[in-house]
């Protein structure tokens, strides 16, 4: 192998490995988000509150001073 394929495949390893841990990354934000969106259903059901988002749900927690 010459010098410039080993700085070729040193790049693709890094490319690869980077683009491993984004997958990883990307798949537990959607994973999270799913969450969020459930308990922000179960909120709007608790207080009867129809079409509530993850939005609402940060302004009701910074509201009651649980997140700022």
Known sequence: ???TTKEQMRVLRAAAKALKTHDKLKAALREQEAHLTSVSREYGST?????FRPEHLRQACVARGLIT
Do not use: E
């Open 1 to 3: 192998m010459d010098n």
């Open 47 to 51: 207080y009867r509150i129809w079409g």
